[in-house]
């Protein structure tokens, strides 16, 4: 069977997704302070396809991966294991919104996900699996926070919809826990890029 080398491509994806959910998230949080819970819903909509384009995407390539074992030694298992969970949550939460479903499913998902996301990381990094150490633990950890914390988001948002908030745009403490999920996503965004910008000379050069 060829090879191929698609640890790049998978870099990459992660921050399209840092980007599509920060953005989305910080929408539908000014629009709300406008309009009430109707402006969340037309962010979360416009987010639709592009999350299950994506979702779709990184499903498809971390299947390949698990199927043909593309990459040496224990990678496969330390890449696509989280890569493919991580597909299934962008597809669950695109569908969530399509179909008007609650999104907390999707969020305690992501929340348990996470989890084994660290977990996978600080593995990894104890067995040095990788040249870049600390950037691989700091990749896996911030995007297992932002599992962890997609669920209390999660959770706001269903409140949010239920009650059909429209009258108090005030969020009080809630605030500080968007600002804290924004901020541990972009930060997991700038680490896969930089990883990824790192990677492709390496792997154009040749393959591992």
Same mark, same amino acid.
């Given at each position: 069977?060829?090879?191929?080398?698609?640890?790049?491509?998978?870099?990459?994806?992660?921050?399209?997704?840092?980007?599509?959910?920060?953005?989305?998230?910080?929408?539908?949080?000014?629009s709300f302070r406008k309009?009430?819970?109707?402006?969340? /819903?037309?962010?979360?909509?416009?987010?639709?396809?592009?999350? @299950?384009?994506?979702?779709?995407?990184?499903?498809?390539?971390?299947?390949?991966?698990?199927?043909?074992?593309?990459?040496?030694?224990?990678?496969?298992?330390?890449?696509?294991?989280?890569?493919?969970?991580?597909?299934?949550?962008?597809?669950?939460?695109?569908?969530?919104?399509?179909?008007?479903?609650?999104?907390?499913?999707?969020?305690?998902?992501?929340?348990?996900?996470?989890?084994?996301?660290?977990?996978?990381?600080?593995?990894?990094? /104890?067995?040095?699996?990788?040249?870049?150490?600390?950037?691989?633990? @700091?990749?896996?950890?911030?995007?297992?926070?932002?599992g962890v914390l997609g669920?209390?988001?999660?959770?706001?948002?269903?409140?949010? /919809?239920?009650?059909?908030?429209n009258k108090d745009p005030?969020?009080?403490?809630?605030?500080?826990?968007?600002?804290?999920?924004?901020?541990?996503?972009?930060?997991?965004?700038?680490?896969?890029?930089?990883?990824?910008?790192?990677?492709?000379?390496?792997?154009?050069?040749?393959?591992?």
């Open positions: 069977m060829v090879f191929i080398d698609d640890l790049a491509l998978m870099l990459f994806t992660l921050p399209l997704v840092s980007v599509l959910i920060s953005y989305t998230s910080i929408q539908a949080y000014l309009e009430g819970y109707q402006g969340i /819903k037309r962010s979360l909509d416009d987010s639709i396809v592009p999350a @299950g384009i994506l979702g779709v995407v990184i499903t498809v390539i971390a299947l390949w991966g698990e199927f043909t074992w593309t990459l040496p030694g224990s990678y496969n298992i330390l890449f696509n294991d989280v890569y493919l969970l991580m597909g299934i949550i962008v597809l669950s939460y695109s569908f969530a919104v399509y179909t008007g479903k609650r999104l907390q499913t999707t969020g305690i998902f992501a929340l348990f996900v996470g989890l084994i996301t660290i977990y996978y990381g600080v593995v990894g990094f /104890k067995l040095g699996l990788t040249q870049e150490p600390l950037a691989l633990l @700091g990749l896996y950890v911030t995007y297992g926070l932002a669920f209390p988001v999660t959770l706001k948002l269903d409140y949010l /919809k239920e009650q059909n908030a005030s969020l009080g403490s809630w605030t500080i826990l968007f600002v804290l999920f924004w901020l541990v996503v972009i930060v997991a965004g700038i680490l896969g890029a930089v990883i990824g910008v790192e990677t492709i000379p390496a792997h154009l050069a040749h393959a591992p």
